[in-house]
């Protein structure tokens, strides 16, 4: 008689488990869909990016053939 509480114990902590673990997964999917649609960088995000005002791969061609 005892195995089966235990049983249905560990049964149901399993379910409890898989339940919360769906849950923070569903809530993390619609959080991050929302700041996708809604969310915009910031205004001064290329000059945070790029404090010099010019990207990084133009940056290193410049000093290529200021070295060469």
């Known amino acids: ?3 089966h509480f235990l049983r249905r114990d560990v049964y149901d902590l399993h379910h409890a ?3 919360i673990m769906y849950s923070v997964l569903v809530t993390a999917v619609i959080t991050d869909s929302i700041k ?3 969310g915009r960088p910031l ?6 990016c790029f404090p ?3 990207e990084v791969c133009l940056l290193l061609t410049l000093s290529h053939n200021i070295m060469a």
């Open 1 to 3: 008689m005892s195995t």
């Open 43 to 48: 205004p001064n995000f290329f000059y945070r």
């Open 52 to 54: 010099y005002g010019i």
């Open 17 to 19: 488990i898989l339940g």
């Open 36 to 38: 996708d649609v809604v």
